[in-house]
C-alpha cells in the first residue's frame, strides 16, 4: 500500500465531487450547454484518474519499483488535461482569451498516455 498515493486519490475524488457539483449548479446558469458538457469531461477524466490511483495505492506492495514519478506525473496530466477544460469551459465567463489554454488540454493528454504508458512497460519488464 502507498499511502501517499492513495490520499492523493482521495484529494483528487474530493475535488472532482466539489467541482462537480459546482458544474451542475452554480455554472449551469451561467455556461451554455456545449460548455457545461465539456466541463464535465473534466470532471469525469479526473474521476478516472482517481479510480486508477486508488487502485495502483492499494497495490503499490505488489510493483518492485518505486512510484514517485508516476504519481508526480499523474498530478500534471490531471492538472493540465482536466485543469485547462476547467479553465476553457469557464473562460466566456471571466472574458479569458482562450487562445493561451486549449494547447494546455493535448499536453495533459499526453503526459496521462506517456504516463501509463511507462507504468505498463515497468510491469511487463519486471
Known amino acids: ?4 498515493i492513495i490520499i492523493t486519490s482521495l484529494v483528487l475524488f474530493i475535488l472532482a ?4 457539483a459546482f458544474g451542475a449548479h452554480a455554472l449551469k446558469k451561467n455556461l451554455s450547454i456545449e460548455q457545461l458538457n465539456s466541463y464535465e469531461v473534466g470532471v469525469r477524466y479526473q474521476f478516472y484518474q482517481a479510480v486508477a490511483l486508488l487502485i495502483i495505492g492499494f497495490n503499490a506492495e505488489k510493483l518492485n519499483f518505486p512510484l514517485n514519478r508516476f504519481l508526480l506525473f499523474s498530478i500534471l496530466g490531471i492538472l493540465f488535461f482536466s485543469g485547462s477544460i476547467y479553465l476553457l ?7 479569458w482569451n482562450k487562445a493561451f489554454i486549449g494547447p494546455i488540454t493535448p499536453i495533459g493528454g499526453l503526459i496521462l498516455i506517456l504516463n501509463w504508458s511507462f507504468l505498463l512497460y515497468k510491469i511487463r519488464k519486471n
Open 1 to 4: 500500500m502507498n499511502k501517499r
Open 89 to 95: 469551459s469557464i473562460a466566456s465567463i471571466f472574458n
Open 17 to 20: 465531487i466539489i467541482l462537480g
